[in-house]
C-alpha cells in the first residue's frame, strides 16, 4: 500500500521536559506556522472525491431513490445507496440504530441518503441534484417531554421513544424541609464546533481491505463499526490517525468513515471526503437539549435535606451516547454536594431533532445549569451568602454520592470555592472596548449593572457504570546514532489536548531518555480508548508508564546479568542502583539491543446502577471545579460581558502545568458560550443556523482575563495521582455566568444560553 | 465560468457592458463566501483589483471621494478625522482580516439590509457614484437601495465610488450584536449632526428590507434642537426621539433576533447616540474613532 501524502507528520522529538514540567508541544511549532497537516490536507495519487447527500426533512419516509441521472453526469464515478451497504447497514456506539445509508425512511434533516465519488468535489456537487429521492414528507417529533410519555406519537424505533429511563432514590424520597425552592431550567443545543471539519482518505488495500486516514477521536470504536458495516474483519480495516482540529466529543460517532470507504473499494480507488463547515453542522452529533425540573428543600441553617428532579435529554434521531447523558445527568445531579435524601428520575429520548451525543462535560453540563440554579435560588430564600451556602454543604472525601458511592479520594469542594471567593475583584471597567456590546460602541456605561455569580460542579472521569475502561501502549527502547531513544505507539487520538506532550513527558521520566519518538497513532497497536470523558492522561498515561516500567525491568535484568548490580532506576542515560550509584551508562548497556514491551491499563472496576433504585459504584473517579464570574450586563439592550472568569481546580497532579491551565482556559470560554451565545437553533427539527455567521463562539473580546487556582491533591488510585481535566471547567463556567447575569439583573432567567431577548423582556 | 481582469475604469466598464452578467469582485468578503457555499454560479467574475482610481480617496467638489474598493482598515485609519461615523462603522466590520478586504463599494453591491456601512452613509446623505460606458450618475444613497438585497444598479453598470461631505458636526454609529466583536448586525444605528444645515441625519441597519433613514425622527429633532444656543437635551427629548426610530422600522423574528428585541434596542440606541452626538456639540469635543 502507498501511503497518502500531507500525513501523517513527523513530530519534534528533541524537546525536552518530564513530568511536571511543561515542555513545548512537539506538534507546537507547525501548528503555529500553519504547516501542520490536517485531515483535510490528506491527498492521494489517483484518488477521486466523495460526497453525501442528505436529507432535507427531519422526518419522511423514502418511496424511491433514483440515480441514474447522477451517475451519467460527467466525471462522476459511482453513486451508491443503502443498497450497496456491504455488511449490516446499522451502527452505533451504544445501540446499533443508526443507518449508514438511510433505507426506507429518515429521521433527522441531514441524514445520508445517497453517496457520490467523482473526479472533483465540486462535480460531486452537482451530481449529488441529479439524485432523486421521493419524499413522503411525515410530522416530526420534536418534544423531549411529549417523546418520552405520550404514547400516541410515531414510535421513530422498534422499542418507542424512550432511549434509558433511570431513577435514583437515596434515603427518604418523600423527605420534607424547612425551605423548598424549584424551578423549570432549559438548556440549548450546544455544538462542539471544533475548526477541522470532518475528512478522511480511504485506500483500497491488495488484501481486499482498506486503509482509513482520518481525524477522530477513537479509532478502534471506528475500526470495529467501519468492518461491520463493510461486512469485513476487522484486521482488514485499518486507521491512521491523522491531523484532527479539534474533537470536543463530536468526532465520537462515525461520519464519513463507512462512506469513504464504500466507495474506495467500490471504485478501488482512494477516496477523499471532506465536509465543509455547513455540512460539519449536520456532519456530527450536537450536546443534548435538556429541560429538568428542580425541588431542592434545606432547613433553616441551610442544610440540604433533599433533592428532587425530573430530567429529560433530547438524543434526537439516533441513540449514539444518550444512555450514558442519562446514567451521568441522574447520577450527578445533586451536584459536588452531601444531599441526604433524593429522588432523581431522568430520561433519555429519541425525537426527529438531530442528533446528540458526546460533548466535553456529558450529562454533566446540564444538571450542573439546573442545581447551581437552584444553589443560587436557596441562598435568596435563605438569605445566606451563595458561596457560603456552597461551602456549607460541599462534599468530601468520604462523603457519599446519591448513588451509594463512597468518595475514596481527595474532593476538596469546599476549597475550590473558598478559593475563587477570596480572590481579588476587578475594578470598574473604564475601557471603552470592555463594556458591553464591546467593539460596537452601544453604551459608553449608561444602563450596565455589574453581578457575581458562582459554578461548581463534579464531573465523572473515564468511563462507567461496569465497562472495562483501558488503554494500551507499546515502547520500543534502542540506541540510535548513539542516543538511547524510546518510541512510544499507541492508538490514542491527539485531538489538540496536547496528549502526544504528556506521553513523551512520561516516558522521558520513566526511562530517563531524551529522546522519545511518537509513533503515528494507528490500530496495529490495542485499543486506547476515546480522547473523551477527561480520561487520556490517566489511561494511556497510565499504560505508556506500565510498558516504560516493563521496559525498565528488561534493562534492570540486563544490567544484573552483565554486572551482577540491582538497578532500580533509570535517570539521565544513566541505569541506576538504590544507593544512587550509577550502575552502567544506558546506551553502553543497551549495545544492538532492542527492548520493545506493550502493556495495558485499566482502571479500578466499576459497576453498573441498580435498575430500580439507581445504587451503585458507578464511577472511578470524580473532578471538580469551581468557577466565579463577574459580569457588566446592560440591562438596556441585554448585552453582556463577562468581566472576569476565575477557576479553581483539583487535578490531581498536573503531568504538564501549561497544558492544564490551557484546558481550563478553553473549557471556560466553552462553558461561557453556553452561557450567552452558543446555540443551534431548531425550529420544527429543521437547523435555522449551520455556520459561524450565526452560530456563535466567543472571540477574544467575549473571554475575560483569568486567575486560574490549580490544586494538586493526588488520588491514590491512578497513575501519578492524576484526575482528569479536560471537563469540569466546561461546565462550571455557564451556571457561574448565568447566576452572574441573574445578580446584576434580579431576572430568573431559566433557560441558557441568555439572549438579549430575555433580558429586556421582548 | 469566465474570469475578467481588467487593467483601467475603461475596460472594466466595457467588459461589464459586454458581459452583463459578471459579477464584480474586489476584496471578495462576501462574494467569495457566496461561491464557497454554492449560493450563487455567476457566469463569469470581473475582478476590480487592478483599477487604481477604485482604490483611491481624495477631495472632489468640496467632498471626499472614496474609491469603491477602498478597504474598510483604509477608511478606519485615514478618513477617521472627515468621516467619523463611517469609520466608526467600519471599525465594527468582521475581523482584522476582513477590514483589510472588505470595502464600501461591496457593501453597497450586495445591498444587504445588514450592512455595516449603510446607517453611516444614510446618516451622512453619501452619493453613489455609478458608472457604465453611457457615462456616470450620482444616486443619493437613500435611493439606492430597492428591496432586499437589491439596488439601483444597470445590469451594464459597476459602484465606482461614494462621495461623503466631510462631517460639520458630530456623528456617532452603534450597532447592536450577540457577541462583543466579528458579528453581524442584530440592528444597526447611525447619527451625524449637520449644524450647517440645522438638521440631524440618521440610517437603520438590519431594520427593515433596505437600510433606511428615520424620517420623521430627523424632522422631529430638527424642530427640537437649538442650534443657535445649544442646551442639553431633555429625557423626554431623547426618548421621543428614539421611539420615532423605532417606529421608522420594520424588522422581522429571525435567527439573529425578534422583530421587537430590534425595535427596542433602536429605540436605546438612537437615545444614547444622539446624546452623546449632542454632548459633544454642546462643547464635549469631539471622539476620537478606533
Known amino acids: 500500500m502507498s501511503a497518502p501524502a500531507r500525513s501523517p507528520q513527523v513530530l519534534d522529538d528533541k524537546i525536552s521536559g518530564g513530568i511536571g514540567a511543561s515542555p513545548q508541544r512537539p506538534d507546537g511549532t507547525l501548528k ?42 460527467p466525471g462522476v464515478h459511482a453513486v451508491l445507496t443503502h443498497a450497496d451497504v456491504p455488511g449490516e447497514n446499522a451502527y452505533g456506539l451504544k445501540h446499533q440504530d443508526t443507518p449508514v445509508l438511510a433505507e426506507d425512511r429518515v429521521r433527522y434533516q441531514g441524514e445520508p441518503v445517497a453517496l457520490v465519488a467523482a473526479d472533483h468535489p465540486e462535480i460531486a456537487r452537482q451530481a449529488l441534484k441529479l439524485i432523486e429521492v421521493d419524499y413522503e414528507v411525515w410530522e416530526p417529533v420534536t418534544d423531549m417531554e411529549r417523546a418520552a410519555h405520550d404514547e400516541t406519537l410515531p414510535r421513530l424505533h422498534e422499542n418507542g421513544n424512550v432511549v434509558r429511563h433511570q431513577r435514583i432514590v437515596k434515603g427518604d424520597p418523600d423527605a420534607r424541609a424547612d425551605v423548598v425552592v424549584s424551578g423549570v431550567y432549559e438548556l440549548g443545543m450546544q455544538d462542539q464546533a471544533f475548526l477541522g471539519p470532518e475528512a478522511g482518505l480511504a485506500v483500497p488495500a491488495e488484501d481486499g481491505g482498506v486503509d482509513l486516514y482520518l481525524a477522530t477521536q477513537w479509532l478502534h470504536v471506528d475500526q470495529k463499526q467501519t468492518a461491520h458495516a463493510l461486512g469485513l474483519p476487522v484486521e482488514k480495516v485499518r486507521l491512521t490517525l491523522s491531523g484532527v482540529g479539534g474533537a470536543f466529543g463530536g468526532r465520537e460517532d462515525l461520519s464519513m468513515q463507512v ?30 437539549p435538556a429541560r429538568m425540573y428542580y425541588e431542592h428543600g434545606a432547613t433553616k441553617d441551610g442544610d440540604l435535606v433533599y433533592v428532587k428532579a425530573r430530567m429529560y435529554f433530547d438524543g434526537g434521531a439516533y441513540a449514539s451516547k444518550t444512555p450514558v447523558v442519562v446514567g451521568n445527568g441522574t447520577t450527578l445531579s445533586v451536584g459536588p454536594y452531601n444531599v441526604p435524601n433524593a429522588h432523581i428520575e431522568g430520561w ?80 470598574p471597567n473604564t475601557d471603552e472596548l470592555g463594556f458591553p456590546g464591546g467593539a460596537a460602541n452601544t453604551t459608553h456605561g449608561e444602563g450596565v449593572v455589574r453581578g457575581i455569580g458562582y459554578g461548581v460542579t463534579i464531573k465523572n472521569i473515564a468511563y462507567a457504570e461496569g465497562l472495562d475502561d483501558y488503554s494500551t501502549a507499546r515502547v520500543r527502547l534502542q540506541v540510535i546514532g548513539g542516543e538511547p531513544t524510546a518510541l512510544v505507539h499507541t492508538a490514542a487520538a491527539e485531538v489538540g489536548q496536547g496528549l502526544v506532550t504528556v506521553q513523551q513527558q512520561i516516558a522521558r521520566s520513566e526511562l530517563g531518555v531524551e529522546r522519545i519518538t511518537l509513533h503515528t497513532s494507528d490500530t496495529s497497536v490495542g485499543d486506547a480508548g476515546s480522547s473523551s470523558a477527561s480520561r487520556q492522561t490517566y489511561l494511556t498515561g497510565g499504560a505508556v508508564r506500565n510498558a516504560c516500567l516493563a521496559v525498565a525491568e528488561r534493562v534492570y535484568a540486563l544490567a544484573a546479568e552483565r554486572f551482577g548490580v540491582e538497578a532500580t532506576n533509570l535517570s539521565g542515560g544513566k541505569v541506576v542502583a538504590a544507593d544512587g550509584a550509577v550502575v552502567a551508562d544506558l546506551a553502553e548497556l543497551l549495545g544492538e539491543d532492542v527492548i520493545e514491551e506493550t502493556r495495558e491499563y485499566h482502571h479500578r472496576k466499576t459497576y453498573p446502577l441498580d435498575p430500580e433504585t439507581g445504587q451503585g459504584n458507578a464511577h472511578v473517579q470524580y473532578g471538580f471545579s469551581a468557577h466565579r464570574a463577574v459580569v457588566d450586563v446592560d440591562t438596556e439592550l441585554g448585552l453582556v460581558k463577562v468581566v472576569q472568569l476565575d477557576c479553581a481546580q483539583d ?36 437547523v435555522r443556523n449551520p455556520s459561524f455567521t450565526d452560530y456563535l463562539i466567543p472571540t477574544i473580546l467575549d473571554m475575560p482575563p483569568m486567575r486560574v487556582d490549580i490544586l494538586e491533591r493526588p488520588d491514590p488510585h491512578a497513575p501519578y495521582g492524576v484526575r482528569g481535566v479536560g471537563e469540569p471547567p466546561t461546565i462550571s463556567a455557564t451556571p457561574a455566568v448565568a447566576n452572574a447575569i441573574r445578580a446584576a439583573t434580579g431576572l430568573e432567567l431559566p433557560r441558557v444560553p441568555i439572549k438579549p431577548e430575555h433580558l429586556t423582556g421582548t | 465560468m469566465d474570469f475578467f481582469r481588467p487593467d483601467s475604469l475603461a475596460e472594466a466598464l466595457a467588459a461589464k457592458a459586454e458581459h452583463a452578467d459578471a459579477v464584480p469582485i474586489a476584496g471578495g ?64 466590520v468582521g475581523s482584522p482580516q476582513i477590514r483589510n478586504r472588505g470595502s464600501v463599494g461591496g457593501n453597497l453591491g450586495a445591498a444587504s439590509p445588514a450592512g455595516d456601512s449603510h446607517p453611516a452613509l444614510l446618516a451622512a446623505n453619501a452619493e453613489v457614484e455609478i458608472a457604465s460606458i453611457r457615462g456616470t450618475r450620482m444616486v443619493p444613497v437613500k435611493d439606492f437601495y430597492t428591496g432586499v438585497k437589491r439596488n439601483v444598479l444597470a445590469p451594464d453598470e459597476l459602484i465606482t465610488a461614494v462621495h461623503i461631505a466631510p462631517a460639520t458636526g458630530a456623528q456617532q454609529f452603534s450597532k447592536v450584536g450577540t457577541r462583543n466583536a466579528m458579528v ?10 449637520h449644524p450647517d444645515q440645522k438638521r440631524v441625519g440618521t440610517g437603520l441597519g438590519s431594520a427593515a428590507p433596505t437600510p433606511r433613514p428615520a424620517t420623521k425622527a430627523e424632522e422631529f429633532i430638527a424642530t427640537e434642537l437649538d442650534w443657535e444656543s445649544p442646551k442639553p437635551l431633555a429625557d423626554s427629548v431623547l426618548r421621543r426621539f428614539g421611539a420615532l426610530v423605532a417606529e421608522a422600522a420594520s424588522p422581522i423574528d429571525d435567527v439573529r433576533g425578534s422583530a421587537a428585541y430590534r425595535r427596542h434596542a433602536l429605540a436605546v440606541l438612537a437615545r444614547r447616540t444622539l446624546g452623546w452626538a449632542w454632548s459633544e456639540h454642546l462643547g464635549g469635543g469631539r471622539r476620537a474613532c478606533a
Open chain 1, 651 to 686: 487535578v490531581g497532579k498536573a503531568i504538564n502545568p501549561d497544558a492544564v491551565l490551557g484546558q481550563i482556559h478553553g473549557g471556560s470560554a466553552q462553558g461561557l458560550g453556553l452561557a450567552v451565545m452558543e446555540e443551534i437553533q431548531v425550529t420544527d427539527g429543521v
Open chain 2, 184 to 193: 453581524i448586525a442584530v440592528c444597526a444605528f447611525g447619527l451625524a449632526l
Open chain 2, 29 to 92: 468578503t462576501d462574494v467569495m463566501v457566496e461561491l464557497n457555499f454554492d449560493h450563487r454560479r455567476p457566469a463569469a467574475l470581473l475582478d476590480l483589483g487592478r483599477i487604481v482610481e477604485l482604490h483611491e480617496h481624495g477631495r472632489q467638489d468640496g467632498k471626499v471621494r472614496i474609491g469603491a474598493a477602498v478597504p474598510y482598515a483604509r477608511i478606519i485609519d485615514e478618513l477617521g478625522r472627515e468621516l467619523p461615523g463611517l469609520a466608526m462603522a467600519a471599525r465594527t
Open chain 1, 259 to 288: 462512506h469513504s470507504c464504500m466507495l474506495a473499494l467500490h471504485l478501488g480507488r482512494p477516496v477523499k471526503m471532506s465536509y465543509n463547515r455547513e455540512e460539519s453542522f449536520f456532519g456530527h452529533v450536537h450536546r443534548h
Open chain 1, 348 to 427: 433519555g429520548v429519541y425525537s426527529n431533532n438531530p442528533t446528540c451525543g458526546a460533548m466535553r462535560g456529558l450529562g454533566a453540563v446540564q444538571p450542573t445549569y439546573a442545581y447551581e440554579s437552584q444553589m443560587d435560588k436557596l441562598a435568596t430564600a435563605l438569605g445566606m451568602d451563595p458561596a457560603e451556602l456552597r461551602i456549607r454543604n460541599a462534599m468530601s472525601e468520604g462523603s457519599t454520592t446519591v448513588t451509594g458511592q463512597v468518595v475514596d479520594f481527595p474532593a476538596p469542594v469546599a476549597e475550590l470555592v473558598r478559593r475563587v471567593r477570596d480572590m481579588p475583584l476587578p475594578p
Open chain 1, 32 to 73: 503555529v506556522r500553519g504547516e501542520f497537516a490536517y485531515a483535510s490536507d490528506l491527498w492521494h495519487e489517483n484518488m477521486v472525491w466523495g460526497a453525501t447527500l442528505r436529507s432535507p426533512h427531519p422526518h419522511a419516509g423514502i418511496r424511491s431513490i433514483g440515480i441514474a441521472k447522477a451517475l451519467a453526469y
